[in-house]
């Protein structure tokens, strides 16, 4: 049985990377990790973008004296943007950290479902309006029973 060439194993590695790390984001709910898995989503996509451009019998992108024109280049051009991508990439992290610590000050929790319902109250407060009820309150309960009620009393017809 031969084993894989190192060309499979980091083309799986990346797409893992990647899986892995978009999975985080739709699956947590927790604003730290959701930036933990944005960050192995960034590497994956690095890792794959330098992929293409890579050949396992390939050489460095450097002429010198005595080269052979027959041997074949590795392409310099994705290993740049890979560059690039890790300076803007570790420019946004330390955004979105400072955002996440700056919310944790404010509403002294990371659950992105708690965090919705404070900012839903911050805003209803600051606009001087009633705060949107949860569909699962005891009002919002009442509301639909009797929306129901009066759909059967008229027949489902308004008018």
Same mark, same amino acid.
């Given at each position: 049985m031969s084993m894989p060439g190192i060309?499979?194993?980091?083309?799986?590695? =990346? !797409?893992? @990377?990647?899986?892995?790390? *978009? $999975?985080? @984001?739709? #699956?947590?709910? +927790? !604003?730290f990790r959701m930036l933990l898995s944005l960050v192995l989503l960034e590497a994956g996509a690095s890792l794959l973008l330098i992929l293409s451009g890579f050949r396992e019998t390939g050489v460095a992108p450097i002429v010198l004296s005595g080269f052979?024109?027959?041997?074949? #280049? +590795? &392409?310099?051009?994705?290993? $740049? *943007?890979?560059?690039?991508?890790?300076?803007?990439?570790?420019?946004?992290? =330390? *955004? =979105?950290?400072? *955002?996440? @610590?700056?919310i944790k000050y404010q509403y002294n929790t990371l659950d992105m479902d708690e965090i919705r319902e404070q900012l839903e109250? &911050?805003? =209803?407060?600051?606009?001087?309006?009633?705060?949107? $009820?949860?569909?699962h309150s005891p009002d919002a309960l009442a509301l639909r029973e009797s929306a129901q009620l009066s759909k059967q009393v008229t027949g489902g017809h308004n008018g």
């Open positions: 060309e499979v194993v980091l083309y799986t590695g =990346a !797409i893992g @990377l990647t899986a892995i790390g *978009l $999975a985080g @984001l739709l #699956m947590v709910k +927790n !604003i052979s024109g027959n041997s074949v #280049m +590795n &392409d310099p051009v994705p290993q $740049a *943007l890979v560059l690039t991508a890790i300076v803007i990439g570790v420019g946004v992290q =330390a *955004l =979105a950290l400072a *955002l996440i @610590l700056r109250q &911050d805003i =209803a407060i600051s606009n001087g309006v009633a705060s949107p $009820a949860s569909v």
